[in-house]
């Protein structure tokens, strides 16, 4: 009987790590990405003007 309840233990501080994890680690917000102009005297709205391309 303390054996099932230290397994059911384990298995929800896994589940709650697991959980956690996710959370907090998501993917890098993309305001962080420098784009740089080289469309001349283009288009500024023209995503094909920016380097990386977006």
């Known amino acids: ?3 099932d309840s230290l397994i059911r233990y384990d ?7 697991v959980v956690l994890t996710l959370l907090t680690a ?3 917000p993309a305001g ?3 784009s740089t102009w080289d469309g ?3 288009n500024w709205n ?3 003007n ?3 391309v977006g």
């Open 50 to 52: 920016w380097s990386p």
């Open 46 to 48: 023209d995503p094909d």
């Open 11 to 17: 298995i929800r501080m896994v589940s709650l790590a």
């Open 32 to 34: 962080h990405v420098t």
């Open 1 to 3: 009987m303390q054996t």
């Open 40 to 42: 001349g005297a283009g």
């Open 26 to 28: 998501g993917p890098a």
